[in-house]
């Protein structure tokens, strides 16, 4: 069964008000910051479907400053995540044309880099630091310890929150 959003008729109002009043300028706040009126215009939507989802709007006199910090957000959700699919698609140019993948393999494969790159940036950064070096660069907990200056419990506690973090993956 599909969840449904319920809102009372005062949030309702207050969100119709919101949008109203500062869409416009939002769109152009974000058209200037990215040069695209394209992605402006759905970071504007989504940044207004943040507001919606969570049934809580901002006081009058700070909704500019809430509108930013969420739209703020969502620019760099949105960079991060063309950084990976830029570096994902060069990776693929180099793979021999045997191991070539489908277009919808390709798009299901990037949604799971995606998945994992929001995990892993939702760790501190040490223990993000910790899981790549051990990952990516191969180094063992207690090489990882001298180069970050840590104890190796630290390391052992940094790993053990990314392996959680990774585990908690919705792959669905």
Not at 29 to 37: D, H
Not at 73 to 88: C, F, K, N, P, T
Not at 96 to 112: H, K, N, Q, W, Y
Not at 123 to 145: H, N, V
């Amino acid at each position: 069964m599909a969840d449904t959003l319920m809102l009372s008729g005062d949030t309702t109002l207050s969100i119709h008000a919101l949008y109203c009043n500062h869409h416009r300028w939002l769109q152009s706040w974000l058209n200037r910051r990215l040069g695209n009126a394209f992605d402006a215009a759905d970071l504007a939507q989504d940044t207004f479907v943040r507001i919606l989802v969570s049934g809580r709007t901002p006081e009058a006199e700070q909704s500019r400053a809430h509108l930013t910090k969420i739209a703020k957000g969502l620019v760099i959700d949105l960079h991060r995540r063309r950084v990976l699919e830029a570096a994902y698609l060069q990776a693929l140019a180099h793979l021999p044309s045997a191991v070539s993948l489908s277009e919808e393999e390709r798009a299901l494969v990037l949604e799971d880099l995606l998945r994992v790159d929001a995990a892993l940036h939702a760790l501190t950064p040490k223990a993000r630091e910790a899981f790549l070096l051990s990952q990516l660069d191969g180094l063992t907990y207690s090489e990882i310890a001298q180069r970050m200056g840590v104890s190796f419990g630290s390391v052992r506690k940094y790993m053990l929150r990314a392996a959680q973090a990774l585990q908690s993956i919705d792959w669905t």
